[in-house]
């Protein structure tokens, strides 16, 4: 694996399942020092040791536990270079405006757009103080398309994640701090899974509108932030990163 990292510091919100967990161990094969914040110590920790790196428990939704989560990375390894913003959450209460509660569309709000507010608020002066950084915020393809299927809070979260890195992208781009949006396709998770093998028809109805004719392995996004965190990607900032198999591309797909 080329060592793109070497000498890094990163921290990365989830890391104990999905696209976290394989970012973790990517951003460790390529020889970051990685900081692993989730909210579920089991899988955390295991993640963390996995990479050799620290686990920090941390509920992104809390002011003070990110404040501190960024401190204790900066105590503990001397500087914060990568941020990568990715927990969140999908609910099932989450569903068509007409159904979906004040309570689920608040809940979702504060864990997949205010956590990515409290992240960059708290790792940018750090990374001012470092005279350079890379955040990457987790959107969705979503933040860019339309879906029948909706769930309301959850896309207007992400397409909230989606303005404000190209905002920060912007404010910050003379400080050498590099800020983009990663908007995954659908992704092969457990849950996805689950949820697809009881109902067939449910992944049929979505798999027609991809190109590459199937869902993304989490290796393969965390390959994109990986280029995003390196500095292969040096002139990009603001940008939104569609890993997305082509759906916001296509038409017609092939038969
Ligand atoms: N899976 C997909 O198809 C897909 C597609 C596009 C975007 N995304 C986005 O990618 C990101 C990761 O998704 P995933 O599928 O890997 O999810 P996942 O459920 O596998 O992992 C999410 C992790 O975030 C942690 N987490 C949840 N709430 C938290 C909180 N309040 N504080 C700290 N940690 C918390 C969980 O414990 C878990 O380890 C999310 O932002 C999601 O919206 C996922």
Known sequence: MVQRLEGRVAVVTGGGSGIGLATVRRFGSEGAKVVVADLDPASGKAAADEAGGLFVQVDVTDEEQV????????????????????????????????????????????????????????????MQANGKGSIINTASFVA??????????????????????????????????????????????????????????RAARRLVHVPLGRFAEPEEIAAAVAFLASDDSSFMTASNFLVDGGIAGAYVTPL
């Open 144 to 201: 860019t398309m339309g879906a029948a299927t909706s769930q309301i809070s959850y896309t207007a979260s992400k397409g909230g994640v989606l303005a404000m890195s190209r905002e920060l992208g912007v404010q910050f781009a003379r400080e050498g701090i590099r800020v983009n949006a990663l908007s995954p396709g659908p992704v092969n998770t457990p849950l996805l899974r689950e949820l697809f093998a009881k109902d067939p028809e």
């Open 67 to 126: 404040k501190a989560l960024f401190q204790t990375t900066v105590d503990t390894y001397g500087k914060l270079d990568i941020a990568f913003n990715n927990a969140g959450i999908s609910p099932p209460d989450d569903d068509s405006i007409l159904t979906t509660g004040i309570e689920a569309w608040e809940r979702v709000q504060k864990v997949n757009l205010t956590s990515v507010y409290l992240c960059c608020k708290y790792a940018i002066p750090h």
